[in-house]
């Protein structure tokens, strides 16, 4: 198991003196508050409930980590984008686990996590099969964890057939965050994504399966809304099924109190075996998704950075540990000592304080430049908010938009790591080129020539000149940079 307090990822580094100099330099001053919802955008309960959970708050994702364990295998209705019987440790999609779990090996398994994982602050049950249908042993899980581990959040994520009969049972148990996937408001769209269901010891299919599913879904958001559960909803992107029905959802959704939605791409591949895969039904390309979410009118309510993890994902978001913590590597007995979280915290209350100065100097800088685009910016990340990673490590970039108005994260981008073994792969440089389409320049810790040139030989501007700074202070001095420099010379 490796050594797990990873505090270098988030220590203040002597080069962000270097990007004081170089925004003030720029021009920066006091500015309003960046683009994710933070303490002075909400209500202090919902703020208390959200603030290290690193799905509902997308600043968490870069501090705090969740991991999944897969109890509840079985499930209540069938998915056209899924197959339960897939089981593949190379595998990063929703639904794909290594190892299901009884209630006892996963309270062995989270001990072992949050000894070892100071970022861990969440733990789901989100697959493959569904929490409320396999209920007895989603609360088995949840009661002994939260006897051992109290300051752990619970979460579940559901398809909502069988959610309203428990929403008070959720309540009682402190389950403050409840994800439901709700890919339709139309039964007649609802048939082409769900085969048939399983309600009231029946099996029913087509429109009326879909409608069932519909009215259930719809009585456990308004329930647990009512209970100030915060709810998010998962919509997944179906292009030509429901891609622009998923306005109407996000629309109905908002109304009846969910928290944030969260529109995921479709993955379809057929060698996974789902009906979609099989049938040729594609996925999203990412400016597309980008497209629709740009649609929706309420933004700060977008969840923007969800990873689609695997169903037993350890770690923080675009990162899986899961592998470390299989059962077989663990102790029979493990005891809880909460010394390297309590740690982990008291460090990070005082680096989000710094990211957050650093972060509103950024944008004051960009305030003060006229007339200039919004650009896209992928980020090389290790996470802790910082660009530090080398580009040939890279698994994903997290992307962010700036423009005068401000910088707003917009998603990720999953790629392929161009340095394999000390050496890069050109092979896997072309797909990173064509997963980095749109983007206009890359932000990293380090790169080498060869890819540099690669890069710029296709539109994308790439700069390691401000390694391990903040994210936003690096985008802000590169944007002064270009921009100032050609405001300039058009002057
Ligand atoms: S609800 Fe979840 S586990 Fe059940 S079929 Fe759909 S994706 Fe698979
Ligand atoms: S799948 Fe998305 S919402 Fe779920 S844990 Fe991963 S990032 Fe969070």
Same mark, same amino acid.
């Given at each position: ?33 960046g683009s994710s919802d933070g303490?002075?955008d909400m ?7 959200v603030?290290?959970h690193p799905c509902y708050s997308e600043e968490a994702h /870069? ?11 079985? @499930?209540?209705?069938?998915?056209? #984008? ?5 089981? @593949? ?7 794909? =686990? ?81 994800t439901i996937t709700i ?10 994504? #769900? ?5 009231? /010891?029946?099996? #029913? ?25 915060l709810v998010k909803v998962n919509s997944v992107m ?5 891609d622009?029905?998923l306005l109407e959802v996000n629309r109905v959704v908002k109304a009846k109190g969910a928290f944030l939605h969260n529109i995921m791409p ?5 060698? /996974? ?11 999203p390309?990412a400016?597309e998704l980008k497209a629709l979410q740009d649609r929706l009118a309420d933004g700060t309510k977008l969840m923007r950075h969800c990873r689609q ?8 978001l ?17 005891? #809880? ?17 710094? /990211? ?42 997290q992307v962010f938009e700036?423009?005068?108005?401000g910088i707003s994260f917009v998603g990720h ?5 161009? @340095? ?20 206009? =320049? ?50």
């Amino acid at each position: 198991m490796a050594n797990l307090i990873s505090l270098d990822s988030i220590k203040p580094v002597a080069r962000a003196e270097t990007m004081r100099e170089a925004l003030e330099s720029g021009g920066c001053s006091s500015a309003s508050c960046g683009s994710s919802d933070g303490p002075a955008d909400m209500d202090p309960a919902v703020w208390a409930k959200v603030k290290d959970h690193p799905c509902y708050s997308e600043e968490a994702h /870069h501090y705090f980590a969740r991991m999944h364990v897969a109890v509840a295998p079985a @499930c209540n209705i069938q998915c056209n #984008y899924c197959n339960r019987k897939y089981d @593949c440790a190379n595998e990063s999609r929703p639904g794909v =686990v290594s190892e299901k779990l009884t209630p006892e090996q996963a309270m062995r398994k989270v001990i072992a996590v949050a000894n070892e994982v100071p970022q861990l602050s969440v733990l789901g049950i989100a697959g493959p099969g569904d929490a409320c249908y396999d209920w007895r042993k989603t609360k088995a899980t949840f009661d002994q964890i939260a006897q051992q581990i109290p300051d752990i959040k619970l979460c579940l994520s559901t398809n909502g057939l069988a959610l309203p009969e428990h929403v008070d049972e959720i309540a009682r148990m402190n389950i403050d965050h409840v994800t439901i996937t709700i890919n339709m408001i139309d039964p007649e769209i609802g048939a082409k994504i #769900y085969p048939w269901i399983f309600h009231n /010891h029946r099996r #029913y299919e087509g429109v009326e399966a879909s409608q069932i599913l519909h009215e259930r879904q719809m009585l456990g958001l308004e329930m647990l809304a009512a209970r100030n559960i915060l709810v998010k909803v998962n919509s997944v992107m179906i292009p030509g099924v429901n891609d622009q029905h998923l306005l109407e959802v996000n629309r109905v959704v908002k109304a009846k109190g969910a928290f944030l939605h969260n529109i995921m791409p479709l993955i379809s591949d057929p060698a /996974h075996g789902t009906h979609y895969g099989l049938t040729g039904q594609r996925g999203p390309r990412a400016l597309e998704l980008k497209a629709l979410q740009d649609r929706l009118a309420d933004g700060t309510k977008l969840m923007r950075h969800c990873r689609q993890c695997r169903a037993d994902a350890v770690g923080l978001l675009g990162e899986d540990r899961g592998q470390e913590f299989n059962l077989d590597l663990l102790p029979e007995e493990v005891a #809880y000592d909460p010394s390297k979280r309590d740690a982990y915290r008291e460090i990070v209350a005082v680096e989000l304080g710094e /990211h957050q100065t650093h972060k509103k100097g950024a944008e004051a800088g960009l305030a003060a430049v006229d007339a200039a685009p919004a650009v896209l910016v992928a980020i090389a990340t290790k996470g802790g908010g910082r660009i530090n990673q080398h580009f040939g490590h890279a698994s994903e970039f997290q992307v962010f938009e700036a423009s005068p108005e401000g910088i707003s994260f917009v998603g990720h981008r999953k790629v392929d790591q161009y @340095c394999q073994g000390g050496w890069g792969e050109d092979a896997t440089l072309e797909g990173m080129i064509a997963a980095l389409e749109g983007i206009d =320049v890359v932000l990293c810790a380090k790169i080498g020539d060869c890819p540099k040139d690669s890069l710029a030989a296709a539109g994308i501007a790439v700069s390691d000149a401000w390694p391990h700074a903040w994210i936003e202070s690096g985008i802000a001095a590169w944007y002064l940079a270009t921009y100032r420099a050609e405001l300039r010379l058009s002057a």
